[in-house]
């Protein structure tokens, strides 16, 4: 079985990179091999423009699958393991701990956490040596709405402090919320590659209706601004170019005597965009 | 060096089968120690005598004597070191913990490396606490002419050492290979003790005694003396026939030290190649 095939790509410092895929697509078998956990049958990889190494991976903060840790040892005696392993200071621990929120409950023991808090410890122990570099890997996978909202306002505070972050999922509106790029896997095979915000302009929509719809879409035909015009439950969804903003439109038909009743900008959505890879590949 | 060690003290510290099962081979080795002597003295209070020699003036505690005696009575105990070292690799492989810890920026080396300094650690600590052990008997109960050759024959300590080292190497390479502590624990215990030594017995005493043994008979008879377990435990020879009056070997062969020295070798680089090559 080839779980990967090809695959090529590079991350630039800063970014915030997505790796998007169904279930099963490689996006951990990825991960793991770049972390030395699981053995390509063939191919390079670097960090930091250099061959792997131990050192480099000391410089790197991840979690892959699900939080690892001695489930008899207390949050603090765990994360001082990965002081020594990490070669960091000490008084890191008691920092990360306040980060992630575990601080009130940093003596109890691993096994006693809920999922959440498990997960929140796993980010802290990331953040313990403050590595230029996050590999967070389905980072809210199995949490509850709340957990999953406080997990993201993690990842997009420790993103603002400018780290870069490879973050793999299978949620589509995370990767938008989160992500500056991403990249789309299938079957092993990358499928695309890209800014989250071009992709997302792309599939920028205007909605616009009138009293009279025909007269309405055959004005709007004659826009040399509008690639394609749709009528959608008594509403004329418009493809436009990047320029045209929803009050060049309202000006246009202003100009040319049609009242507007209806007037909206739709951002596009990384889903349709996904979808649409999915669909042309 | 310090950081592998290091990083081992912080996951067994506050890891309570390290403190029992330690504390069970210390305790039984200290007991079976000094228990030989009031084994003896129950003996004689019983009556019973070794061909009309009263039992407690057996030199079990003279020097050198003792520095074979103590060792070869803690042959078995090392089974409790084992069952911990198996329990603690195993967990490493379940908890994943072995992987976030290769993933958190060890080396593969690293990390058996730091496995191999917490076996000779505690292999280190039993030989120290042995030592300990041999000399306080000795000077309490034995007899004060042998005081001159008080360090003679120290090297079974060393022996000692390196048979611990092996035997608990042979363990880690056993739970990283099978990975289920139930299995590997079980299976140990009865090879080591069971399965093993009837296996080499048969084959050794085949080959003695039979007037004219195939090729095959030779083979095996000779090839039993390097299995693991018959080489590891022959390091130290059973001493005490020599109190009734029968010749033992008393020094440490460098042949068999060496095919010791095979397994611990083939033991370690086992463990790494298992770990090189499977995905973890």
């Not at chain 1, 991960?31 to 030395?36: A, K």
């Not at chain 2, 305790?27 to 000094?34: E, N």
């Not at chain 2, 880690?172 to 009837?198: C, D, H, S």
């Not at chain 2, 004219?212 to 030779?218: K, R």
């Amino acid at each position: 079985m080839t779980a990967l095939n090809r695959l090529n790509f590079e991350i630039q410092q800063g970014m915030v990179f997505g790796l998007l895929g169904p279930n099963g697509s490689g996006k951990t078998t990825t991960l793991g091999m770049l972390l030395n956990v699981i053995a390509p049958t063939s191919g390079t990889f670097q960090w930091f423009e250099k061959p792997p190494s131990a050192e480099s991976r000391q410089q790197i903060g991840a979690i892959l699958e699900t939080p690892c840790f001695y489930p008899y040892m207390t949050a603090v005696q765990n994360l001082e393991v990965i002081v020594a392993i990490k070669n960091c200071a000490l008084t890191a621990i008691e920092e990360v701990l306040h980060t992630v929120g575990l601080f009130e409950r940093r003596n109890d023991p691993f096994k006693t956490y809920s999922l959440g808090m498990k997960q929140r410890l796993a980010i802290g122990a990331a953040l313990l040596a403050n590595p230029p570099v996050l590999i967070l890997d389905e980072p809210t996978n199995g949490l509850d709405p709340q957990g999953i909202a406080e997990i993201r306002r993690l990842i997009q505070d420790i993103a603002k402090s400018g780290k870069t972050i490879i973050l793999a999922s299978h949620l589509l509106d995370e990767v938008q919320k989160v992500c500056t790029d991403f990249m789309v896997l299938r079957k092993g095979e990358k499928l695309f590659q890209g800014n989250v915000k071009t992709a997302l302009s792309d599939q920028r929509t205007i909605e616009v209706s009138s009293e009279n719809m025909e007269q309405l879409q055959r004005t709007l035909a004659d826009h040399s601004g509008i690639t394609q015009c749709q009528l959608e439950a008594g509403k004329c969804v418009l493809n436009v170019l990047p320029s045209v903003r929803p009050i060049d439109v309202s000006r246009y038909l202003f100009d040319k005597k049609i009242v507007v009743t209806h007037l909206a900008e739709q951002s596009g959505s990384l889903e349709k965009q996904f979808l649409k890879i999915l669909a042309e590949t | 060096m310090k950081r592998l060690l290091q990083i081992e003290w912080l996951k067994l510290r506050h890891y309570r089968p390290f403190w029992v099962l330690g504390g069970l081979y210390v305790v039984v080795i200290t007991v079976a120690s000094l228990g030989t002597h009031f084994f003896l003295q129950y003996l004689k209070s019983q009556g019973a005598d070794f061909r009309g020699i009263d039992p407690t003036i057996v030199p079990f505690y003279d020097f050198p004597d003792v520095w074979q005696n103590l060792p070869y009575i803690a042959t078995y105990l090392k089974l409790f070191l084992a069952f911990l070292v198996i329990m603690t690799i195993c967990n490493e492989v379940t908890y994943r913990t072995l992987r976030q810890n290769i993933i958190d920026g060890m080396s593969k080396q690293d990390w058996i490396g730091s496995k191999f300094l917490l076996l000779l650690a505690l292999a280190l600590a039993g030989t120290i606490l042995l030592f300990f052990l041999g000399l306080f008997t000795g000077l309490l109960w034995g007899h004060p002419e042998s005081y001159s050759s008080i360090f003679h024959s120290i090297e079974f300590l060393f022996a000692y050492l390196l048979e611990v080292t092996t035997f608990l190497s042979f363990a880690l390479f056993l739970a990283l290979l099978i990975r289920r502590p139930g299995v590997v624990i079980i299976g140990l215990t009865m090879y080591t003790l069971v399965l093993e030594p009837i296996l080499s017995l048969i084959l050794i005493e085949n080959l003695r005694y039979a007037t004219d043994s195939s090729i095959w008979e030779t083979f095996f008879g000779k090839l039993a003396h390097f299995f693991p377990i018959r080489a590891i435990n022959n390091l130290i020879h059973v001493p005490y026939q020599r109190y009734a009056l029968m010749e033992i070997q008393d020094y440490v062969s460098l042949r068999e030290a060496l095919i010791v020295v095979g397994w611990l070798f083939l033991s370690l680089y086992g463990s790494f190649w298992l770990l090189r090559k499977r995905d973890l």
